[in-house]
């Protein structure tokens, strides 16, 4: 008997290069369209869009799926082994008899009826059969902004998701008593919102995500996981470059003179520092082990301290008498030093 080749993507009407979240999509707007007890007489449609969405819902079966490709119609002849697909990939599902002869030949016959019966019920609830029903939930990406003094020393963040959920009513299957359940109309799925809690490590620099595990979209097989995508915010005062980090320390031209020992911000506090005399505006001082800790350990990076001179918006009488006598007494330029 010819075996007419199924399209799953056309069925679902999604691209060969769709990810989980659309194919997902596709099935769920699909499913509550033609559920038979939604929709009378289009058993076989329904039947349809579930075996295309138990194939490309599952990487492996995709994967296998995929691979065929035109060959599909060889493989076919060369008939597949009974109760395994290519590679001994076993298959299950609750109603053997609502698969085609095609998915039969390719993925091996379906072993073993054990599900409840009927098979539509199965089939609603965000997935097909036993292995979906037991399907693990999404994982999920979110951004979170800290400030630089909280990727410095870690900190935690408490912030709402708002995420599909298994619906509490039917856990998840879709139906109640055999029917539609009134609660989520026929989903499985429920949106909620709940709170999380999570400890970001120090260190973390933008773009860098912390994986959360068992906080992502609920599933009937158990949570998937959460990415938060960290953002560090640009601070006044302190700029990052990897591990170090850099500040500009403005002080007075007697004090680059004469040198001088002042106050440096830092991000533990401020720490004392001497200026040596005939300090020229633009240098750079290193505080080792004063910047950001490293996230695989190691210590921490340094702090990178640059001077410039300032001088004050208006000058004194006295203060330019003294800039007069200085300058008679330097007659010579720095200018003519950079010549030199």
């Avoid at 994967?63 to 060959?71: H, I, N, Q």
């Avoid at 030949?105 to 379906?110: R, W």
């Avoid at 199965?122 to 979906?132: E, K």
Wanted: proline share 5%; hydrophobic share 30%; glycine share 16%.
């Amino acid at each position: 008997m010819a075996v007419e080749f199924k399209d799953y993507y056309r069925i679902l009407g999604v691209d060969r290069s769709a990810d989980e979240k659309t194919i997902k999509s596709a099935y769920r707007k699909l499913a509550r369209k033609y559920h038979p007890d939604v929709n009378k007489g289009q058993d076989a449609r329904f039947k349809e869009i579930a075996e295309a969405y138990e194939v490309l819902s599952d990487p492996e079966k995709r994967r296998r799926y995929d691979t065929l490709g035109p060959d599909w119609q060889r493989y076919a002849q060369q008939g597949a082994p009974t109760g395994a697909g290519p590679g001994g990939f076993n298959v299950e599902f609750g109603d053997a008899g609502n698969f085609s002869e095609f998915f039969r030949t390719i993925f091996g016959d379906v072993a073993g009826s054990r599900g409840r019966g009927g098979g539509f019920e199965d089939l609603l609830g965000g997935g097909v059969g036993r292995a979906a029903r037991r399907r693990r939930g999404e994982d999920v990406q979110a951004g979170v902004e800290i400030s630089l003094e909280e990727a410095f020393g870690g900190t935690r963040k408490s912030f709402s998701l708002e995420l599909d959920e298994p619906c509490a009513t039917c856990q998840g299957s879709g139906n109640v008593g055999g029917k539609p359940c009134a609660t989520c109309h026929g989903t499985g799925w429920q949106r909620a919102r709940r709170e999380v809690d999570v400890r970001i490590p120090a260190g973390v620099r933008t773009g860098q995500k912390v994986r959360v595990s068992g906080e992502g979209g609920g599933g009937t097989g158990g949570r998937g996981d959460l990415y938060l995508v960290v953002s560090v915010a640009p601070h006044t005062q302190f700029e990052r470059k990897g591990d170090d980090v850099h500040v500009t320390l403005p002080i007075t031209a007697p004090e680059a003179a004469l040198g001088a020992t002042i106050e440096v911000p830092t991000l533990r506090g401020k720490v004392s520092m001497k200026i040596p005399p005939a300090t020229s505006s633009g240098r750079t001082f290193r505080l080792p082990g004063y910047g950001m800790p490293r996230l695989k350990g190691g210590g921490a990076g340094d702090e990178l301290i640059t001077v410039r001179i300032v001088m004050p918006a208006e000058l004194t009488a006295a203060e330019k008498e003294l800039y007069e006598r200085l300058r008679a007494l330097r007659t010579d330029s720095p200018r003519g030093y950079a010549q030199g």
